[in-house]
């Protein structure tokens, strides 16, 4: 079964095996979930690269994404021409004055000139001026569009793709490696232009001097790209490992930062600052073996500058001589050869920092070329996104005969599930950690597809659904009750933005929220800090119900509501669901059986090789009793 695996061979690999599908170390050996530091005493892992895709390639994916700053692009290649034609005129001018009136001694032929030298560098540096700044304007929209795509691509994956991979990696990709890709694809392409249109105008003015010194000047041009092409792939794989470790480094800040009180409570902050210290050393290392060939790139290009240029002068002196070139006609040349060796130079830096930028953008292209694992049935590519009315589902649920293996797993989860909930009914999930319940709720949501069987609502496929419509009809409530940083009403009103706050309020009172978020700070504009670390984790779980109950979506996933929770404060909190519950198919996934109301059907899963069964009579623990499944 393909999952959120990247469509070209090239990328082949598994979650969960020791190469991940980019070819780098899985976020750690054992396959725990991003957020879960890795033991301080793991060996870094060497920073592997992502397979290294053609330019043309690069090219190909994303010069679609300029329609609309093409125009700008191409202004700032013209306007950079014109500032290169203005140069070339005034080196024109420098040889005019130089013939007619320094070695003639005529000051009146000055003037004019003079004149027309300053209005044409005014004229260069308003052209410079307007072709940088379009250039950066376009770059600029290019990059916004650029990371909105990668964006929205990322959030058509299912949560199953980030559980496997660092987030820090991520965010980098979506960061510095888009902007490498703006690199290659905008403004590199602006220089590569500009910089081939100064190569032929500088070329063309040399020759018009002197054509025989020109074609000598050009006969030492390979010397240029050869050495240029020397570092070229060296650099190319430096940069590929630069970019690797600035993901490595970036997913230990991230993992360990987000688990700060793990960290401190367990007195693992030496360890930490150790991994992150082995990260920031190996991006260290890729960074200098960068530098140091960017750095030699340019004493090696200037010795052949040097070597050319004596040629010149020694070529030129002999032309003098013979009465072919005039002084002026000579310095003029040695000030076009000035811009045009920096201009060979130019190009062959361009082929270096061009390799640094297809560094990046491999890594960015593994991501979009990362197939969502579930689709939508005849997928528009819109499903996601479109604000169609959706259908509300009337809440019939139904798995049958249902079967599902992990991807990269060889053991099944579930094998042979098959219940049914009538509109309202409430089915109460259970059996052992590990049993698959929380997969049933994935499978509901469509997180994966089964492997085996059906999943029904109101008897059709849920595979036959947009994924949008499905999700639209079904709340559910997590274990953990993830809140944005928002404010209290922002996070209420989630799941329908549109709500009015005389709606959020009335939700809030059901969800018996209302009198505590009136006492905080600022109300309901209280901000909840990081994941809603301000408030308790009751307070969570009550604004995560008021959160549902302003959905008010037919089909309801309960997934150990209780997790965590006192008696007191469990019996309290199944009072204000069994409210949330009311009129709804509620699936209730849990294994403490305390407090849990009276269920239409019970659903006991068992581990996989096990059979599960339906209805059959469930130990309820006498109240006191710990928790007796699992
Ligand atoms: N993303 C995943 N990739 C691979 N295997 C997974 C993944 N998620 C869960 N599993 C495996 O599937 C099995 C069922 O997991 P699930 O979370 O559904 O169990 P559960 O019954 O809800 O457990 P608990 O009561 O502890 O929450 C476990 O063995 C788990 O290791």
């Known amino acids: 079964m393909e999952q959120n695996r990247p469509t070209d061979e090239k990328y082949e690999g598994r979650a969960g095996d020791p190469t991940s599908p980019t070819g780098e170390p899985p976020a750690n050996p054992a396959g725990l979930p991003a957020a879960h530091p890795a033991p301080a005493s793991d060996p870094a892992p060497a920073p592997a690269t992502t397979p290294i895709v053609s330019i043309r390639t690069t090219l190909r994916e994303f010069w679609p994404q300029t329609r609309g700053v093409r125009w700008l692009f191409a202004a700032g290649v013209v306007a950079a021409v014109a500032a290169s034609v203005c140069e070339v005129s005034a080196i024109g001018l420098f040889g005019l004055?130089?013939?007619?009136?320094?070695?003639?001694?005529?000051?009146?032929?000055?003037?004019?000139?003079?004149?027309?030298?300053?209005?044409?560098?005014?004229?260069a540096g308003l052209m410079s001026f307007a072709g940088a700044y379009a250039t950066a304007l376009a770059a600029e929209r290019f990059l916004l569009r650029l990371r909105d795509r990668v964006f929205s691509h990322l959030q058509t994956l299912t949560p199953d793709y980030f559980e496997n991979r660092r987030l820090g990696d991520l965010m980098a990709r979506l960061t510095d490696d888009i902007e490498a890709i703006e690199e290659l694809v905008g403004s590199g392409l602006v220089r590569i232009i500009t910089t081939v249109a100064g190569?032929?105008?500088?070329?063309?003015?040399?020759?018009?001097?002197?054509?025989?010194?020109?074609?000598?000047?050009?006969?030492?041009?390979?010397?240029?790209?050869?050495?240029?092409?020397?570092?070229?792939?060296?650099l190319r794989t430096a940069s590929a490992r630069e970019r690797s470790s600035n993901g490595a480094m970036n997913s230990v800040i991230e993992e360990s930062l987000a688990n700060q009180s793990l960290v401190q409570a367990y007195n693992r902050q030496d360890a930490e600052a150790a991994r992150l210290h082995r990260e920031g050393r190996t991006w260290l290392l890729a960074n200098v073996a960068q530098a140091r060939?960017?750095?030699?790139?340019?004493?090696?290009?200037?010795?052949?500058?040097?070597?050319?240029?004596?040629?010149?002068?020694?070529?030129?002196?002999?032309?003098?001589?013979?009465?072919?070139?005039?002084?002026?006609?000579?310095?003029?040349?040695?000030?076009?050869?000035?811009?045009?060796?920096?201009?060979?130079?130019?190009?062959?830096?361009?082929?270096?920092?061009?390799?640094?930028?297809?560094?990046?953008?491999?890594?960015?292209?593994?991501?979009?070329?990362?197939?969502p694992a579930?689709?939508?049935?005849?997928?528009?590519?819109?499903?996601?996104?479109?604000?169609?009315?959706?259908?509300?589902?009337?809440?019939?649920?139904?798995?049958?005969?249902?079967?599902?293996?992990?991807?990269?797993?060889?053991?099944?989860?579930?094998?042979?599930?098959?219940?049914?909930?009538?509109?309202?009914?409430?089915?109460?999930?259970t059996g052992p950690s590990g049993a698959g319940k929380t997969t049933v709720a994935k499978l509901l949501l469509r997180?994966?597809?089964?492997?085996?069987?059906?999943?029904?609502?109101?008897?059709?496929?849920?595979?036959?659904?947009?994924?949008?419509?499905?999700?639209?009809?079904?709340?559910?409530?997590?274990?953990?009750?993830?809140?944005?940083?928002?404010?209290?009403?922002?996070?209420?009103a989630y799941g329908r933005p549109e709500a009015g706050m005389a709606e959020i309020v009335r939700a809030a009172a059901m969800a018996?929220?209302?009198?505590?978020?009136r006492a905080l700070p600022e109300g309901y504009d209280t901000p909840v800090g990081q994941r809603g670390r301000l408030l308790s984790g009751g307070q969570r779980q009550r604004i995560a119900i008021a959160r549902?109950?302003?959905?008010?979506?037919?089909?309801?996933?309960?997934?150990?509501?209780?997790?965590?929770?006192?008696?007191?404060?469990?019996?309290?909190?199944?009072?204000?669901?069994?409210?949330?519950?009311?009129?709804?198919?509620?699936?209730?996934?849990?294994?403490?059986?305390?407090?849990?109301?009276?269920?239409?059907?019970?659903?006991?899963?068992?581990?996989?090789?096990?059979?599960?069964?339906?209805?059959?009579?469930?130990?309820?623990?006498?109240?006191?009793?710990?928790?007796a499944l699992s």
């Open 548 to 627: 549902a109950i302003l959905r008010d979506a037919p089909v309801l996933i309960l997934d150990e509501p209780m997790t965590g929770l006192d008696a007191p404060t469990a019996a309290r909190i199944m009072e204000l669901l069994r409210r949330l519950m009311t009129g709804r198919t509620t699936i209730l996934i849990t294994h403490d059986l305390r407090h849990v109301p009276e269920p239409s059907r019970n659903v006991v899963l068992e581990p996989a090789h096990r059979p599960f069964t339906v209805d059959s009579p469930v130990d309820r623990p006498v109240d006191g009793d710990p928790a």
């Open 512 to 517: 018996d929220a209302d009198d505590f978020i």
């Open 199 to 234: 190569a032929v105008l500088f070329s063309g003015a040399a020759f018009f001097i002197r054509w025989d010194l020109a074609l000598v000047t050009f006969a030492m041009v390979p010397l240029f790209l050869l050495v240029s092409r020397g570092f070229t792939s060296r």
């Open 447 to 492: 997180f994966y597809d089964p492997t085996d069987g059906r999943v029904l609502l109101d008897g059709v496929d849920i595979r036959e659904m947009p994924r949008r419509a499905l999700r639209e009809n079904i709340t559910i409530l997590q274990q953990e009750n993830l809140l944005f940083s928002g404010s209290v009403r922002e996070n209420i």
């Open 293 to 371: 060939l960017s750095a030699l790139y340019g004493p090696a290009a200037q010795i052949v500058e040097t070597l050319c240029l004596l040629v010149i002068i020694g070529v030129g002196a002999w032309e003098i001589a013979s009465g072919r070139l005039t002084i002026g006609g000579l310095l003029a040349f040695a000030a076009y050869l000035a811009y045009l060796y920096p201009t060979f130079q130019g190009l062959g830096e361009l082929a270096l920092s061009v390799s640094s930028a297809a560094a990046g953008s491999d890594r960015v292209i593994e991501v979009l070329r990362t197939e």
């Open 97 to 123: 004055i130089t013939d007619r009136v320094l070695s003639a001694g005529n000051l009146g032929a000055f003037w004019a000139p003079a004149g027309a030298w300053v209005g044409v560098a005014v004229l």
């Open 374 to 429: 579930v689709t939508d049935p005849e997928d528009d590519g819109a499903g996601e996104a479109t604000g169609r009315a959706v259908p509300r589902s009337r809440g019939r649920v139904e798995f049958q005969d249902v079967g599902f293996t992990y991807p990269g797993r060889t053991r099944p989860t579930l094998t042979g599930l098959s219940f049914g909930a009538e509109p309202g009914e409430l089915i109460v999930c």
